[in-house]
């Protein structure tokens, strides 16, 4: 397969992490046909010089590479199979960049509509997104790989091929599990300390600075001390979904993770206390004492 270097992109979902790979893309000089389904998010964009598709089969149109970044397997099955959707007119002829986090296995079945598919986990934010310094974990063939390493690595600094497809989802959910139960254990101890009595700012200073917090925790302490958790970096309702397909995939391999499947239901939980679109530390909202309580 030729290696793909120049374009044109598609990419397909302009949320917090496709926005910034198509910026990322556009700044290195690449043609990007974008797509999303509330129109108004391409606006930024188009003024950088991107199409803005009606719908995923314009957006496709003449592309060697279609990048889909929409938030889940319901809105990937849309995207792909809905009336104006990428295989509506028959099988795409580039390569699918799946970046969304979806289960392992509905990459594999993709592969039966689309010859050349790689799935990617992406480890990153929006600033690394649209600065080309995301760390990419990619699951497919070696050929399909190989042909889209350049473009990749526009958009990483790390870009590591892991072996068959469906890997990059298999390591994207790992590192999720990790983020979502070290942010829980994070709100959890100040939960605690708050509730008996100590600073609660003075207990989030500590722990940030302290041995015990990884990078994630020291970033989301600032959630917790400002208790602003609108704008967010990830949303809860996203972690909420990593942690159950997750729990599926030990489920499917026999294994017992009694820590995924507590942030899981907490985070189920929380997303429907209506904290689904708030950043995934609003976690902590669903642990707060009830009115009354006393401590």
């Known amino acids: 397969m030729t290696r793909i270097t120049n374009g044109p992109v598609a990419v397909l979902g302009l949320g917090t992490m496709g926005s910034g790979l198509a910026t990322r893309l556009l700044e290195q000089g690449i043609q990007v046909r974008v797509w999303n389904r509330t129109a108004e998010r391409a606006g930024p964009l188009a003024k950088a010089g991107a199409h803005v598709a009606v719908h ?11 990048i889909c970044a929409v938030a889940d397997g319901e809105a990937l099955g ?108 994070l709100a959890e101890a100040t939960e605690l300390a708050a509730a008996s009595g100590l600073d609660r700012q003075l207990v989030l200073k500590t722990i940030a600075g302290s041995g015990f917090a990884s990078p994630v925790m020291a970033f989301k302490s600032r959630r917790l001390v400002s208790g602003r958790f609108e704008e967010p970096d990830f949303r809860l309702r996203l972690m ?37 679109d708030q950043d995934c530390a609003a976690v902590t909202r669903a642990l707060t004492p009830k009115p009354g309580h006393e401590t």
């Open 56 to 66: 995923p089969a314009d957006a496709i149109e003449g592309t060697t590479v279609a």
């Open 240 to 276: 909420a979904k990593d942690l159950m397909l997750a729990s599926k995939q030990a489920a499917a391999a026999g294994l017992s993770l009694p820590l995924v499947t507590a942030a899981a239901e907490t985070h189920v939980r929380a997303a429907e206390q209506g904290l689904g």
């Open 78 to 185: 849309t995207v792909l199979h809905g009336p104006d959707g990428v295989l509506a007119e028959g099988p795409y002829p580039g390569v699918l960049i799946c970046t969304s986090t979806v289960a392992p296995e509905e990459i594999v079945q993709i592969a039966g509509d689309i010859p050349s598919v790689l799935d990617v986990g992406m480890l990153g934010n929006a600033d690394h997104a649209r600065d080309g310094e995301l760390r990419l974990f990619v699951g497919g063939e070696e050929s399909t790989y190989e042909a889209c390493r350049p473009l990749l690595k526009m958009l990483g600094k790390e870009v590591v091929h892991l072996g068959e497809l469906g890997s990059g989802m298999r390591m994207k959910l790992c590192l999720n599990l990790l983020m979502g139960i070290e942010v829980q254990a």
